[in-house]
C-alpha cells in the first residue's frame, strides 16, 4: 500500500540574491519531521525549489506526496504545464530564453517520476501553521548561518 505523505515546503532569500534559507515540513500519519539548509549565494526561487527536492529526497520508498507551497513558480510550472513545455522544447521558455534554474527542475523531474506527486498552491504568510513554520524554518537556517 502506498504512503500518503503530506509536504509543507518554502523558500526564503535575504537579499534576492543573497543568503538563502529553505524548510519543508513532511508529515505521515502521526508524524511529523522537519528538515531545513542553507545557501550563502542564491535566489529566493532557487530556495523555493530547493525546498521541494530535500523533502521529496528524504523520503525512503516510492510515496504519493502531496506538495503544498506558497510559490506561485514551483506550483504553475507543474500544474500549468510549464515542466512539459520546457523539457519539450530543449529547456526553453516560450520566449526561446533558457529556462532558469535548470539544474533544480532537472532534479525536480527525476523525483517526481519516482513519486506519485501534486502540487498544491496555499497563500504565504497567511494563517497555515504548516506553512509558517516552513517560512520559520527557513528564516531560521539565514540566521543560524549569519
Not at 101 to 111: A, G, R, S, T, V
Request: net charge positive.
Amino acid at each position: 500500500m502506498e504512503k500518503t505523505i503530506i509536504l509543507y515546503t518554502d523558500g526564503a532569500c535575504s537579499g534576492n540574491p543573497g543568503k538563502g534559507g529553505w524548510g519543508a515540513l513532511l508529515m505521515y500519519g502521526g508524524t511529523t519531521k522537519e528538515i531545513s539548509g542553507f545557501d550563502p549565494a542564491t535566489t529566493n526561487n532557487r530556495m523555493e525549489l530547493m525546498a521541494a527536492i530535500k523533502g521529496l529526497e528524504a523520503l525512503k520508498e516510492p510515496c504519493h506526496v502531496k506538495v503544498h507551497s506558497d510559490s506561485s513558480y514551483l506550483v504553475n510550472a507543474i500544474n500549468e504545464g510549464w515542466l512539459k513545455r520546457w523539457v519539450a522544447n530543449g529547456w526553453k521558455t516560450a520566449a526561446k530564453k533558457p529556462v532558469e534554474n535548470i539544474d533544480l527542475w532537472q532534479e525536480i523531474l527525476k523525483l517526481i517520476r519516482l513519486h506519485r506527486v501534486t502540487f498544491h498552491k496555499v497563500k504565504g504568510h497567511s494563517d497555515n501553521p504548516y506553512n509558517n513554520r516552513c517560512d520559520e524554518l527557513a528564516r531560521l537556517a539565514i540566521k543560524d548561518n549569519s
